[in-house]
């Protein structure tokens, strides 16, 4: 398997909603990301998972939360986002960080 | 940190012409370079890349060189097509630092027919 999943594909809550993003990936990668895209820019590091463990926070609001249950899974938790947070939310993975990041195909999150 | 500029944002080339996008980078010590191309609702997908031990790595149509003492790797699409249409994104990964992929902006490269 090469392939890094998400779910769902899209995803609309409100502003008081609290739902979850998940990720998996079955190659071996110890290494897992969450960017967030939005139209027309680059992906923007969130956060970084080293073999389970949290190695970087790009400063993001506590209103996401990042979860890594095991090796092969990656969650994000949201809770009272706001407007602007809407965008898609990219998983990645890489066999270590330094290494060649493969993206999942994103959830399109959009707040009301 | 790194910083990765990248130039053209908007390339747009005739079907069969090459195609070459540029990426200067900051930090001396980052140490890999890959490519994304992401299409229109999309994920990026890793396309090419390349480590600062090596010059120029080819596959196929696509072929990436990198110059350490000038600090700018570009990649190089020859023989375009149509589904070559998408955008690109260049990366350099900070190894001295805070240990990320810093992406440049962009390049929305057009194939025409």
């Known amino acids: 398997d090469t392939e890094v999943t998400q779910t769902p594909k899209h995803l609309v809550m409100g502003m008081t909603n609290k739902k979850s993003l998940k990720c998996e990936q079955h190659?071996?990668?110890?290494?897992m990301y969450w960017y967030k895209q939005k139209a027309k820019k680059p992906p923007e590091l969130m956060f970084v998972?080293?073999?389970?463990?949290?190695?970087i926070n790009e400063s993001v609001p506590s209103r996401f939360s990042p979860e890594c249950p095991n090796s092969s899974l990656l969650n994000l938790h949201l809770h009272a986002l706001q407007p602007e947070d809407s965008a898609l939310y990219l998983c990645?993975?890489?066999?270590?960080?330094?290494?060649?990041?493969?993206f999942g195909p994103g959830t399109r999150l959009t707040v009301t | 940190g790194e910083n990765v500029e990248q130039h053209p944002s908007t390339l747009s080339v005739q079907e069969g012409d090459s195609a070459v996008i540029k990426c200067t980078y900051s930090d001396s010590a980052s140490n890999y370079f890959p490519w994304y191309k992401q299409e229109l609702g999309k994920r990026p997908q890793l396309i090419i890349d390349i480590r600062s031990n090596v010059g120029e790595k080819k596959d196929q149509r696509i072929a990436v060189t990198l110059n350490k003492t000038a600090k700018h790797f570009s990649l190089h699409i020859t023989e375009t097509q149509p589904e070559d249409s998408a955008v690109y994104f260049c990366?350099?990964?900070?190894?001295?630092?805070?240990?990320?992929?810093?992406f440049g902006k962009g390049t929305k490269l057009t194939v025409n027919p």
């Open positions: 998972y080293s073999y389970e463990k949290l190695s």
């Open positions: 990645a993975s890489s066999q270590a960080r330094g290494a060649g990041q493969y």
């Open positions: 190659m071996g990668h110890r290494a």
């Open positions: 990366a350099a990964w900070e190894a001295g630092g805070s240990e990320k992929l810093v």
